[in-house]
C-alpha cells in the first residue's frame, strides 16, 4: 500500500500528493554509494528524491539491501516510503 506523502511541488507550487514510485536510483563514485527513493507529483509528474543512503562506503551495506536497491525491490520500497524521517528530509509530510 502507498503512504499518502504530502508537499509542495516545485512546479505547481501548491501542495501535492506524492506517490511513491517504488523506485531506487543509485549513484555510485568509487567505493561510496547515494541512494534515492522516487516521488512523482500526482498532478504534474515532477519528481523529488528522497535521500535514503547518502555518501556510504559500499562496505557498510548489507549486499541484500544493495541489491534490493538495484534492483527495485517493492518491498524495500514499502518500507522506505513509510519512513518518515526520510521523507521530511525533502519537505513531504505523511497523512494518517
Request: net charge positive.
Amino acid at each position: 500500500m502507498a503512504a499518502n506523502a504530502f508537499g509542495r511541488c516545485r512546479r505547481c507550487r501548491r501542495v501535492r500528493q506524492f506517490v511513491c514510485t517504488e523506485r531506487f536510483r543509485v549513484n555510485a563514485s568509487k567505493k561510496v554509494i547515494d541512494v534515492w527513493l522516487l516521488f512523482r507529483c500526482w498532478r504534474c509528474g515532477a519528481l523529488v528524491k528522497v535521500p535514503v543512503l547518502e555518501r556510504v562506503h559500499v562496505s557498510r551495506i548489507a549486499r541484500a539491501d544493495l541489491e534490493a536497491y538495484r534492483d527495485n525491490d517493492s518491498g524495500m520500497a514499502s518500507r522506505v516510503q513509510h519512513d518518515v524521517a526520510l521523507l521530511s528530509k525533502v519537505g513531504l509530510f505523511v497523512s494518517a
